[in-house]
């Protein structure tokens, strides 16, 4: 059964930075493409970034230059490292796997930028 269990979000000031992870069991995460997604209040969950299992790697245009998406295999552990934060980067942060033929989520982590 996979499971993919996030931390690390909170409250920071605009240009802060946080790290969130997203711990995988029932899957390794090098095997499947990993993503993070993000909702804020009121708008519709987009993808934030995605690190595909060759380790290439895709960012939304929004957060390109600021965010880096990662691994650790032996932790089986997926992060978004978030730098320069803005009030807009303000969601609720979830990571996902697709394991055909279904999708898999985490419960979310929220983040909160301060101005």
């Known amino acids: 059964q996979v499971q993919l269990v996030e931390s690390g979000g909170g409250l920071v000031q605009v240009g802060g930075s946080l790290r969130l992870s997203c711990a995988a069991s029932?899957?390794?995460?090098?095997?499947?493409?990993m993503d993070w997604f993000r909702q804020a209040p009121g708008k519709q969950r987009e993808v934030v970034a995605t690190?595909?299992?060759?380790?290439?790697?895709n960012y939304a245009d929004s957060v390109k230059g600021r965010f880096t998406i990662s691994r650790d295999n032996a932790k089986n552990t997926v992060y978004l490292q978030m730098d320069s934060l803005k009030p807009d980067d303000t969601a609720d942060y979830y990571c996902?796997?697709?394991?055909?033929?279904?999708?898999?989520w985490g419960q979310g982590t929220q983040v909160t930028v301060s101005s």
């Open positions: 029932g899957l390794t995460v090098d095997s499947y493409a």
């Open positions: 996902h796997a697709y394991v055909r033929p279904r999708n898999y």
């Open positions: 690190l595909d299992r060759w380790g290439g790697t």
